[in-house]
Nanobody
Framework: QFQLAESGGGSVQAGGSLRLTCVGSGLSRHGCVGWFRQAPGKQREKVGI??????VYGEAVKDRFRISMDIAKSTMYLQMDKLKPEDTGMYYC?????????????????????WGQGTQVTVSA
């Protein structure tokens, strides 16, 4: 069974950086992977989605966050810079099992076949 595992969350002051890691055996075989986040009392929000190495980021994080992948290690990273208090939340990595999914469908997707357990990020002012 395919599993995703995030790590790297923690507490940081505004303006700081964190790097989240998501490990999933066979991650590279998934055509659509990415990160979501959810703050208490708020809707789940797309952070960034990668379709065959092309990434698109949410408006709230573009120019500050970057997704990268190490195919050999079946690992995806989320580098978060210039963190703000509003970036606080639980961060989840996601993957879509359908290897034929198109770029358009991938970017529009909000429900994925695989989710990690989440890692908490807390940014203080």
């Amino acid at each position: 069974q395919f599993q995703l595992a995030e790590s790297g969350g923690g507490s940081v002051q505004a303006g700081g950086s964190l790097r989240l890691t998501c490990v999933g055996s066979g991650l590279s075989r998934h055509g659509c992977v990415g990160w979501f986040r959810q703050a208490p009392g708020k809707q789940r929000e797309k952070v960034g989605i990668v379709h065959r190495m092309t990434a698109v980021y949410g408006e709230a994080v573009k120019d500050r966050f970057r997704i990268s992948m190490d195919i050999a290690k079946s690992t995806m990273y989320l580098q978060m810079d210039k963190l703000k208090p509003e970036d606080t939340g639980m961060y989840y990595c996601v993957a879509e099992a359908d290897p034929t999914i198109s770029f358009v469908r991938c970017q529009a997707r909000t429900e994925f076949t695989d989710w990690g357990q989440g890692t908490q990020v807390t940014v203080s002012a």
